[in-house]
């Protein structure tokens, strides 16, 4: 037998085996009885894990396999009945706890997965979270640069600065390359290159408003990206090799004018746009971000907004120096018409009392020659003289009269009178003359008319007495009528009238007045030139060469001023015609009805004065001896001074009336100084104003320095003796002028 060089094995197969399964069991053993411990610390650790429980169970059934293994390191050799019931023990017990933690299991792995799956939703709500706190920063980074872009625009109301400080903060804010802002031409067919951020003198380059890129961009509101080789785009020449930065461009809305014109802005009757575009820096990867072009868009509204603003304060400042301008203008023209008007008064005022001064004298002659002896032939001439005379004065008195109407210094003064004597009156100073004229003459007063009425007796008496003189005036034959009545509501409006709007009431009445003729007639198309001033007819004027033209024009004005409206009607020529007014007159309160200015004024006759001491005060030498021959002749003892210190020492307490010229120099200062001399009021004379001045200042400044009475020249013989009786009797004469 061969020897062998062989190594036995220290160790038999079989022995081997159980060796390494014996090793196994005990670093199993060891294993499982560490793995409870990590457990228990786990669960003592986590507070908040829902299933303790199933790890106490797992636990055991680690610990239990732990002790199989470990009670099995004894059966590798002979053992007893000990070791072999205690281990059948412990492998039953792992054999339950094992099928339990099995079943188990089943119960809980589909609450692990709705833990997981609830893990899941939680992650995505967190990233959510996170996404929408990033808009949330990004928004309030937007926000901030839109206020601070916001107060940087409005901080002025310039639109060339408000369009460059909003090129310069974009390009701060947004790091920009270039900035630029195409503004739309005069004509509205190009785009102009008007701005930019870089340049300071941007050359101005047009583009055509036509453009696809241009019409794409304005047909909405929010910012576009555009090709950097867009014609719009082109704002600076790229050199070498650098690729050209993102671009985006948005629209600006510009105001929509349609009223007014902005300096050199055309009207906008459409809607208009400007074009901003920004650029990004070249050759870089930088891309334009969502919140930064929401950015460009909010400060592109901004920018319209502060434009439109901006716009309408250059209008409203341009308009406000326009408005100045014209203040100014219509000032300098309100001046010029006060001087102008400051001008007429003084001279009407001078003409009247210079043109009323011969008058006075004509009168006043030619009525103290009417009462001589005459024969037929002077009688006749002297009183064409005085009718001559007497048109003259109302033509004096018209003229006034219009002058103070137009610039409106002419007022009403009212006062209680009897209407029925005011009629009665006007008849009798017609009747000479229509008996003259062969007319007949008719007055019909309605019952209802009140006896009283307050209003404007001298106003009205002279409307009344220019329309019969009108009628007498036109009429060669047949019968005038003159009708008086309180017109009935029904009857007050006139489609003739459109401005009348007549009020009823318990206070006031509407008188309407009828006269009509069978004169010449009027031609219906030719009515509204008569109460135009200084305007006749053509048949008039043709037939009748008497007359101003002033008659109806002051009618009208005087109806106008009582509140009433004035018309003619007319069939036609030859056929006659009607004036009809109708003025407002009010009532009288019944405590004044019986008061005596209404009764009849008692008739002076031919009485005279003898006696009587008088002082004439006078500078106009000619009127001063006519004022002194009307005297003489009624009997009067005259004495004349043409100056004030001459006065005050020819004065005495003898003289019973003193008639001055208030239009002399100083004339109101004699007053004062005769009021100092006589200081009891019964030494003085009664002192009465000559003037010829018809204006209501100069009666006020008479009572005002304490004058007994004022009369407006001309004066004839019987105004002379009517006067002189009113005021020995009432020792006051201040009537109507």
């Not at 001896?625 to 004030?644: E, F, Q, R």
Request: hydrophobic share 45%; charged share 20%.
């Amino acid at each position: 037998m061969e020897s062998c060089n062989c190594i036995e094995p220290q160790w038999p197969a079989e022995e081997l085996l159980m060796k390494y399964q014996y090793i196994s069991d005990f670093f199993i053993a060891l294993a499982y009885f560490s793995i409870p411990l990590e457990l228990i610390y786990f669960v003592k650790k986590s507070a908040v894990f829902p299933y303790r429980w199933v790890l106490v169970q797992f636990g055991a059934f680690i610990v239990l396999c732990g002790a199989t293994h470990l009670i099995s390191l004894w059966t590798f050799s002979m053992h007893s009945r000990t070791v072999a019931v205690v281990m059948t023990i412990s492998k039953v017990l792992t054999a339950v706890v094992s099928c339990a933690t099995a079943l188990m299991l089943v119960h809980i792995i589909p609450d692990l997965l709705s833990v997981k799956t609830r893990e899941l939703f939680l992650k995505n709500k967190a990233a959510e979270l996170d996404r929408e706190m990033g808009l949330i920063r990004t928004q309030e980074e937007t926000g901030r640069h839109v206020r601070m872009l916001t107060h940087e625009i409005r901080s002025t109301l310039d639109r060339h600065t408000i369009l460059k400080t909003t090129l310069v903060e974009l390009g701060r804010t947004l790091v920009l390359e270039e900035c630029a802002l195409w503004m739309p031409t005069r004509t509205g067919l190009e785009l102009q290159l008007s701005y930019t951020l870089r340049q300071q003198n941007p050359v101005g380059y047009t583009v055509p408003i036509q453009l696809p890129v241009i019409n794409q961009v304005f047909s909405s509101n929010r910012a576009m990206k555009i090709s950097p080789n867009s014609p719009v785009a082109r704002i600076r020449p790229f050199a070498g090799k650098y690729m050209p930065g993102e671009v985006v461009a948005v629209r600006v809305p510009l105001l929509h004018l349609s009223n007014f014109q902005i300096n050199d802005w055309p009207e906008l009757s459409t809607r208009r746009y400007a074009l901003m575009v920004l650029m990004l820096p070249s050759d870089s990867a930088r891309q334009w971000h969502v919140h930064e072009l929401e950015l460009v868009e909010v400060v592109a509204d901004q920018v319209a907004v502060a434009l439109s603003h901006a716009a309408i304060l250059e209008e409203s400042m341009r308009a406000r120096d326009l408005l100045m301008d014209q203040n100014v203008a219509l000032d300098h023209a309100r001046r010029e018409a006060e001087t102008a008007i400051r001008a007429r008064n003084d001279f009407l005022a001078v003409m009247n009392h210079e043109m009323r001064t011969p008058m006075h004298a004509i009168i006043a002659l030619s009525s103290l020659l009417q009462e001589t002896e005459l024969t037929p032939e002077q009688r006749l001439m002297v009183e064409t003289i005085l009718k001559s005379s007497n048109l003259l004065a109302t033509l004096i008195n018209d003229v006034l009269d219009l002058s103070r109407l137009e610039d409106g210094s002419l007022q009403l003064d009212l006062g209680t009178f009897n209407l029925h004597a005011l009629f009665r009156e006007v008849l009798n100073l017609i009747k000479p003359i229509a008996s003259v004229k062969k007319l007949h003459v008719t007055l019909n007063l309605a019952p209802d008319l009140p006896e009283c009425a307050v209003g404007d007796e001298k106003r009205l008496m002279q409307t009344i007495l220019n329309v019969v003189g009108n009628a007498l005036k036109f009429s060669k034959e047949g019968s005038i009528s003159i009708t008086a009545f309180v017109a009935k509501s029904e009857s007050l409006r006139d489609s003739r009238a459109p401005d009348f709007f007549p009020v009823p009431s318990d206070d006031h009445f509407y008188l309407r007045v009828q006269v009509k003729d069978a004169g010449q007639g009027v031609n219906p198309q030719e009515i509204p030139k008569l109460f135009t001033k200084f305007a006749q007819t053509q048949t008039l004027a043709t037939r009748n060469s008497s007359g101003s033209g002033l008659g109806l024009a002051i009618c009208k004005r005087f109806v106008n001023l009582m509140e009433g409206h004035i018309w003619i009607e007319s069939e036609g020529l030859g056929k006659g015609c009607t004036v009809i007014f109708i003025v407002k007159l009010c009532i009288p309160e019944r405590s004044n009805e019986s008061k005596s200015p209404f009764l009849p004024k008692a008739n002076h006759g031919q009485a005279g004065f003898p006696g009587l001491k008088v002082l004439v005060l006078d500078y106009n030498g000619v009127s001063r001896m006519v004022t002194k021959g009307l005297l003489v002749h009624l009997g009067c003892d005259v004495a004349t001074v043409s100056s004030i210190d001459e006065c005050l020492h020819v004065v005495s307490q003898e003289h019973k009336v003193l008639f001055m010229d208030v239009c002399m120099p100083d004339g109101f200062e004699a007053t004062v100084r005769l009021h100092e001399k006589f200081t009891k009021h019964h030494e003085r004379p009664l002192i009465v104003a000559l003037t010829g001045n018809t204006d209501k200042v100069t009666k006020e400044n008479c009572m005002r320095v304490g004058m007994d009475g004022v009369i407006l020249k001309p004066v004839s013989v019987d105004k002379m003796r009517s006067v002189l009786s009113d005021l020995l009797e009432h020792r006051v004469l201040f009537g109507a002028m």
